[in-house]
């Protein structure tokens, strides 16, 4: 079989367990990984740690898990469009760490690059710098932010070959590469599947050596977050 597996249950198969910790890729509900998310779900796993930019919304995406239960903390940057997400935070039945956006993508990159910390700025004389080890560089005072890795890591891409090299779309590239380098392994779903070879070397956002695991997914819903319009004159 190599990497390749037929579907997200089977890709998962012996990676899923209680309590344990999983970074996300996508942005908003662009690039996310819906089948990953949905077999998680079916699972029943709970006491979940999710690392993700955003927190999905009501009824889709991450809001699936959080509507079963099944997370106990989220690592985030943004979770405004999840009316769930505020009501578990506030009633104290979901633990939050915020984090500033460059601050998460860094940490994951961090982790992934097996840099155990690194120091910025962002943060510094804000609630986000409670509790951290600060430094002053050419007087200038910084916070200690620890490098992110997770059990596993699940992510989403437009094309792939067998060997898991990965191809995201346009806005799928934010936090789906630095995600899929986290996780001690790291689950692909795909649209496109491609022979070994086909892939511009070039043009390759993600290299297979860190992807254990990947499927092509038979449909995807990409809603859209926000469906802004507006009328023509």
Sequence with gaps: MGKTYPNAADALVGLLKDDMTIVAGGFGL????????????????????????????????????????????????????????????????????????????????????????????????????????????????YILERGIVCDLAIVKAQTADAEGNLVYRKTARNFNPMAATCGRITVAEVEELVPVGTLDPDKIHTPGIYVQRLFKGDKFEKRIEQRTIRKVA
């Design 30 to 141: 662009c690039g996310i990984p819906e089948h990953c998310i949905e077999a998680i779900k079916a699972s029943g796993v709970t006491g979940l740690t999710i690392v993700s930019n955003n927190a999905g919304v009501d009824g889709f995406g991450l809001g699936k898990l959080m509507e079963k239960g099944q997370i106990k903390k989220m690592i985030s940057s943004y979770v405004g469009e999840n009316k769930l997400f505020a009501e578990l935070y506030l009633s104290g039945k979901l633990e939050v760490e915020f984090t500033p956006q460059g601050t998460l993508a860094e940490r994951m990159r961090a982790g992934g690059a097996g840099i155990a910390g690194f120091y910025t700025k962002t943060g510094v004389g804000t609630i986000v710098a409670e509790g951290k080890e600060s430094r002053e560089f050419d007087r200038q005072r």
